[in-house]
């Protein structure tokens, strides 16, 4: 998958939503693979805010995606 930047939690909630679907699987189904209850995936691809950042990766790890944080200001 190509690098995508995400600037909200909106956006973060659709490719959630858009990979899942890619998948084939239901918000229930990615709940039990990520150990996080369905009513946080459906927050999550509602882009509700939240500060459990550990589901967020835990969900993403399910899907096979990865983060990457880097320092746009450093020159490599």
């Known amino acids: 998958m190509p690098h995508i930047k995400l600037n909200n939690a909106s956006e973060i909630g ?3 939503r858009r ?6 699987i239901s918000q229930a ?4 693979l990520a150990s996080v209850g369905t009513r946080f995936i459906s927050d ?6 939240t500060i459990q950042i550990q589901k ?8 096979g995606l990865g ?3 880097f320092n746009r200001w450093e020159n490599d």
């Open 14 to 16: 659709s490719l959630i």
């Open 19 to 24: 990979t899942r679907k890619q998948q084939g």
């Open 29 to 32: 189904m990615l709940a039990g």
């Open 44 to 49: 999550l691809e509602n882009g509700k805010e």
């Open 56 to 63: 967020l990766l835990n969900v993403l790890n399910a899907l």
């Open 67 to 69: 983060l990457y944080i």
